[in-house]
């Protein structure tokens, strides 16, 4: 299960950047702190369903 967390940090890495959103904004917009983002992006902590859709929502 790591190797699947590990790829969807590394795709919400790839995208924020494209976007060109830091990890602070994105942290704020979603009220998560900026740590909490990068453990998501290394897949230390595991994305929820309902987290990755207010990630998605956030970009509106």
């Not at 994105?26 to 987290?51: D, H």
């Amino acid at each position: 299960m790591q190797s699947i967390d590990r790829e969807i940090g590394a795709r919400l890495r790839s995208t924020r950047q494209v976007l060109g959103i830091s990890q602070q904004i994105l942290a704020k917009k979603i009220r998560v702190s900026f740590q909490q983002i990068q453990k998501y992006e290394k897949g230390i902590n595991r994305l929820s369903a309902g987290m990755l859709v207010k990630i998605c929502q956030s970009q509106r």
